[in-house]
Nanobody, 127 residues
Framework: QVQLVESGGGSVQAGGSLRLSCAAS????????RGWFRQAPGKEREFVAT???????????DYADSVKGRFTISRDNAKNTVYLQMNSLKPEDTAVYYC?????????????????WGQGTQVTVSS
């Protein structure tokens, strides 16, 4: 049974940092895209960042414009884990953050392309 489990969420003041982790079990995701999405109350789930396999040991990252320069996605395939380092947090970053995995090729930014999802972790940024 495949499971994705997020951790690292919490409450922080604006300007602070958090690091989210997403540990996978049940299969290996080294050649899958691993992404992060978020959903604020009353809003659609939106793309945040993804790290995509390009072949061999090469991976590329892609970010939503709203987090570019502040968030960094990384992965440790040996641990089957993906991370999201979030710096310079803003109140508008407040949301439930979900990790996901996709077997689709190319740039994978839409939630419909992701096969597996975690349960989410709350991030709250106060002003």
């Amino acid at each position: 049974q495949v499971q994705l489990v997020e951790s690292g969420g919490g409450s922080v003041q604006a300007g602070g940092s958090l690091r989210l982790s997403c540990a996978a079990s049940g299969r290996t995701f080294s050649n899958y895209a691993r992404g992060w999405f978020r959903q604020a109350p009353g809003k659609e789930r939106e793309f945040v960042a993804t790290t995509m396999w390009s072949g061999g040991s090469v991976y590329y990252a892609d970010y939503a414009d709203s987090v570019k320069g502040r968030f960094t996605i990384s992965r440790d395939n040996a641990k089957n884990t993906v991370y999201l380092q979030m710096n310079s947090l803003k109140p508008e970053d407040t949301a439930v953050y979900y990790c996901a995995a996709s077997s689709a090729a190319g740039v994978v930014r839409t939630k419909e392309e992701y096969n597996y999802w975690g349960q989410g972790t709350q991030v709250t940024v106060s002003s």
